[in-house]
């Protein structure tokens, strides 16, 4: 028997509201709340909150002395088409050239890595 239930995965960044709409602009959703903790609702799927962290430091990928700590896997359709969106909504490439795998690494506008896979 589970101890517990997953309730949101949480992300700190420097602005909480900014980082939530670039995720609702990649997976849709709502995005709920102001100031140092905010929501994302997504349709039919787990919620995202965002949470102010003074002081961050995004992670270092790849970096074996600064680790990533987690990342989102967001599964899509058209790798190129998703990847268009993306980097227009301010995401950085970080590990896209092989473009035979069935995913690609990008860094959201915080730094945190988040992978679009064709998976």
Do not use: I
């Not at 992300?11 to 509201?17: F, V």
């Not at 140092?36 to 799927?45: E, F, R, S």
């Amino acid at each position: 028997m589970a101890l517990a239930k997953l309730g949101v995965v949480v992300l700190d960044c420097p602005d909480p509201r900014a980082l939530a709409g670039f995720y609702a602009e990649v997976v849709g959703g709502t995005v709920e709340g102001e100031g140092d903790w905010v929501n994302l609702k997504v349709p039919g799927g787990p919620s995202l909150a965002f949470q102010a962290a003074p002081g961050f430091v995004p992670p270092k990928w790849p970096s074996a002395d600064a680790s990533q700590q987690f990342h989102l896997d967001l599964v899509v359709e058209d790798m190129d088409a998703a990847e268009k969106g993306v980097l227009a909504l301010g995401a950085k490439p970080l590990d896209t050239e092989d473009r035979s795998r069935d995913f690609r690494v990008y860094a959201d506008p915080a730094g945190h890595p988040f992978c679009l896979c064709a998976c």
